[in-house]
């Protein structure tokens, strides 16, 4: 599906990897519905998006507040009349602490995040979607998905149910219009650190200078082209290749593969 002309629904919009989504989409021709909770941020975006010319509607909420995310599509459709595709971005990481330090906040913010809103939204969009010529559904995962990272067990239990939500969903829509992405990011340059409530951890530059990264503007450019090639399945960065082919061939080895590389964050 090009995104040309379409009407493309984006969570996380404020900031990191949500706003180069959705900068991405503008230069391509698409009308955005930008979502995110911090109203400062998304405004931010529209005006950058606007300044390139494209068409924005702005919706402040919390894709965990499954009232709002239920109302969502109402509103979305008289801003723009219609809807072709929904990206589910926004997500949180975990404070790094290991699984018996966690508090149970914690667990349910992130699954009600990473999750629940993710299921909340293909159930709320799905009968605006079925209506289209062509449509679009493109989740974003992670590499945490499928190479279980130290202190981040809650994290990656979420994007690995994002992961298997996402894979049954195209199956349940294979005889449709309707395509289905899954996205298993590796480290991207962003802020999710600081979005999560980490801010200590966020302003730790040394810890983080350890780990190359994708860039932001490029991961964007890569989900984007996946929506318009139809792509089911997609890594990003070299990191999230190879762990994804390691992960296949020896799930053992790239678990401690993973602990060596970031055993340091739980210290």
Known sequence: MK??????????????????????????????AAVDFRAETLAETASLVKQAGATISTHTLDVSDLAKVAALPAAVAKAHGHVDAIINNAGIIQPFVPISKLAWKDVEHVMAVNFFGPVALVQAFLPLLSKRPEAHILNVSSMGAYAPVPGQTVYGASKAAV????????????ETKIGVTIVFPGAIATNIAANSGMAAMAADSDAASKFPTTPAPVASKAMVDAIEANKPRITIGSDATFMDRLSRLNPVMAANVIYKQMKSLLS
């Open 3 to 32: 995104v040309s002309g379409k009407v493309v629904v984006v969570t996380g919009a404020g900031s990191g990897m949500g706003r180069e989504l959705t900068l991405e989409l503008a230069r391509r021709g698409a009308t955005i």
């Open 163 to 174: 992961k298997l939500f996402t894979e049954g969903l195209r199956s349940e829509l294979m």
